[in-house]
């Protein structure tokens, strides 16, 4: 046998060498490559992106406790007087929405009701005034979670959208749905599947996204650890084309308005699980977006619970309310110290600003209105998880506006207790907001129930002003 000379072995070796570390490169280079094209793929972003949110490039200050005087807590007010409405109940409530809305167009506002327990989606309207009578408008639709109110079809009446879950708790099946109600002008109401076998749906609504005069629809799917942010489109005739925006599980708001003051409709998203964000896309009017991350957590487990749009500063600017309550994913679920309200400042250019408002344990529903008619916007919020075991725990606070975008907290109600859903509307006439909660009654203890309810506004506070 012959044998290699010491020089060639040594040779030898050494390309051996430089292999192994080669691969060593790749292995530690090209599986992050590989795992963040597939993130940039999922989310729409680009690499870049992705890199940036990893590394949480984004000044987040949502540590609770951590906010300077937004906590200042005044005394509990009694301007709100509460009036169960809608049908009795034997059995726990589990409401997942409710909508304040003229659904007849009579100059009454009434409420709309999606029940996950019943799998209906009810009008409680009000006729005369003060007298509130509830009938089913569909059922058979297995757990609905939102209903919006918009004339889909042109033909001067209110239908409705519904995102339908399919199932109240996280599922990867493919069971959610977006359904319109169609109006046939006397309150009698059609069903229309716009889209089904899609994971479940948590919220859906209606604008014309490509600028052709109809109506298409943003929808957020949760699923559980799989989900989507998709915009469906309007064929005509009933007929629809999907569009996915981002693939990433956990979406449980969509929002329409236009960002950017371009003449379209942008989507805004709010994205829970493992990722906590707030996500924008932008339209170029005629149904193509890109996203953009407008803000991020970096506690996986922050608990989005909701946003909403508003003009909170009055600058002429859409801002975004948000709250972080969820706890779910606890056994049992009980409230997390990072759970709070707070706001993001539109700063223009799609840029916004992260302001923490206060701590609220369980905190969802952000909505606004000016309760003390002093001038400027106040807020309220509903808590879904609180420490119910204890009496004092709140279940509903305003948080009043005391000027330079402070607010001093105050306690309105600690029962009924487990509201996760609220809407405001002025139900008397009267020029003071009064607000509707529901209440979902999936876990212990069950001695503060209540299923939808409405609260009256005296007015008592515009007359200390």
Request: with cysteine.
């Amino acid at each position: 046998m012959t044998k290699l000379p010491s020089g060639d072995k040594k040779s030898s070796k050494g390309v051996k060498n430089i292999v192994i570390i080669l691969i060593v490169i790749i292995l530690f280079v090209g599986i992050p490559l590989i795992f963040l094209n597939y993130q940039a793929g999922q989310s729409g972003m680009s690499i870049n992106e992705v890199v940036k949110r990893k590394m949480r490039i984004t000044e987040s200050k949502d540590i609770g406790g951590t906010q300077a005087a937004a906590d200042s807590t005044g005394s509990k007010t009694a301007f709100m007087t509460a009036m169960p409405v809608g049908d009795k109940f034997t059995d726990k409530p589990q409401i997942a929405n409710v909508l304040a809305a003229d659904l007849d167009r009579d100059q009454l506002m009434d409420v709309l009701v999606c029940d996950s327990k019943a799998n209906t989606v009810s009008w409680i309207r009000q006729f005369p005034q003060g007298t509130f009578t509830e009938t089913v408008l569909a059922d058979n639709l297995i757990a609905p979670a939102h209903v919006e109110v918009r004339d889909f079809d042109n033909d001067n009446d209110n239908d409705l959208v519904v995102a339908v879950l399919g199932m109240l708790f996280p599922n990867n099946d493919k069971i959610g749905s977006v359904v319109v109600l169609e109006n046939d002008g006397k309150q009698n109401f059609s069903k229309h599947v716009v889209a089904e076998k899609i994971a479940r749906v948590s919220d859906a609504r209606m604008g014309d996204l490509d600028g052709d005069g109809d109506m298409d629809f943003a929808a957020a799917q949760f699923g559980y650890d799989d989900g989507e942010t998709r915009w469906i489109e309007n064929l005509g005739n009933w007929k629809f084309k999907s569009h996915s925006l981002q693939n990433i599980s956990g979406p449980i708001n969509v929002e329409l308005a236009d960002v950017d003051k371009d003449g379209d409709l942008d989507i805004f998203s709010l994205v829970s699980q493992e990722w906590e964000e707030i996500y924008c896309f932008l339209n170029d009017g005629k149904g193509q977006f890109q996203p953009k991350l407008l803000w991020g957590s970096n506690n996986e487990d922050f608990g989005s619970s909701g946003i909403a749009l508003a003009d909170l500063n009055k600058d002429g600017n859409i801002d975004i309310l948000y709250t972080n309550g969820d706890a779910f994913d606890y056994v049992p679920p009980v409230p997390r110290p990072w759970h709070g309200v707070q706001w993001l400042e539109n700063k223009g250019n799609v840029s916004f600003e992260y302001h923490r408002i206060c701590n609220f344990a369980g905190a969802f529903s952000p909505r606004m209105a000016d309760f003390d008619h002093d001038g400027d916007n106040d807020l309220m919020v509903v808590s879904g998880f609180n420490l119910w075991d204890k009496p004092e725990s709140e279940s509903c606070i305003w948080l009043e506006n005391v000027g330079g975008m402070q607010f001093r907290r105050h306690a309105v109600a600690s029962s009924p207790t487990h509201l996760i859903t609220m809407d405001l509307g002025d139900f008397n006439n009267d020029g003071n907001m009064d607000m509707v909660t529901g209440g979902m009654h999936v876990y212990p203890p069950f001695d503060r129930m209540g299923r939808v309810t409405l609260w009256m506004n005296n007015g008592d506070l515009g007359k200390t002003k």
